[in-house]
């Protein structure tokens, strides 16, 4: 089997099994994006009432979510730390034979259609639904703030498919909610310096920096895609798999 026609095999088969956890991340996207409305809201209204620690849980979200937009929330994802699944789906593709390199390849892919999509409704509803965030910005400067961040998703989802390719379902779990907590920590220190991520990149997009901050994303987003390819074909050659 050609490179080609296992990414075309894998695609077939992740769509076959993972479509209804992909509709879930598509509707918990809808409810987030709605919920978060009313905080986003104050926050660029400068609402007095709101505490200010609320600037970093709307960061903590969005560096978050945005990754999260390319993965698949359903029972196997949910059940790595008790169920080796992962690593037995490669195991029976590495029998078949499907080249390593079409499996990582495969699994980006899905992360590529999945980030546009999802990560765009969660966009618009935010976008709909929050009339202090519609003065605040145009549509077009909304949507490069959404493309600069699904850059930084696709970034991000490197490591992750990295980690979840790469380790065996325990490993991936204390690494994923390791990263987790590393994240709130950056948010945190951040936030008690007075730095605003979500608010500080629509800042640079209205000062009429945002092409450029785009563009570097875009960069940054296609290195770490490509190594994140390498390091990982080459973490599943040298891992032993379960039969």
Known sequence: MNQRQAVAYIGAYLWRRERLGMLF?????????????????????GDENIPRALNGLVDWLNMVMYPIFGMV???SAWGMWRDNYYSKRIAQWRTMPIPVASIV?????????????????????QYLFTPGLREYVTPMQWIENGLIWMCYG???????????????????????????????????????????????????????????????MAVLA??????????????????????
């Not at 991340?25 to 209204?45: E, M, Q, R």
């Open 105 to 125: 390849w495969a699994r980006m892919l899905q992360s590529a259609v999945m980030l546009p999509v999802i990560g765009g409704i969660y966009l618009l509803a």
């Open 222 to 243: 296609a290195v770490a895609t490509a190594a994140g390819h390498q390091l990982t074909v080459a973490r599943i050659r040298a891992r032993s798999l379960p039969l």
């Open 73 to 75: 929330m359903n029972k």
């Open 25 to 45: 991340s598509l509707l918990f996207a809808v409810y987030l994006g709605v919920i978060n409305s009313t905080t986003i809201g104050g926050l660029l209204a």
């Open 154 to 216: 696709v970034a991000v989802l490197s490591l992750i498919i990295l980690m979840e390719l790469g380790y065996t379902g325990k490993q991936y779990c204390l690494m994923y909610f390791g990263m987790m907590v590393a994240v709130a920590a950056i948010a945190i220190i951040l936030t008690w310096q007075g730095v605003y991520v979500f608010r500080s990149v629509l800042d640079i997009i209205k000062d009429g920096y945002g092409p450029a901050v785009l563009i570097g």
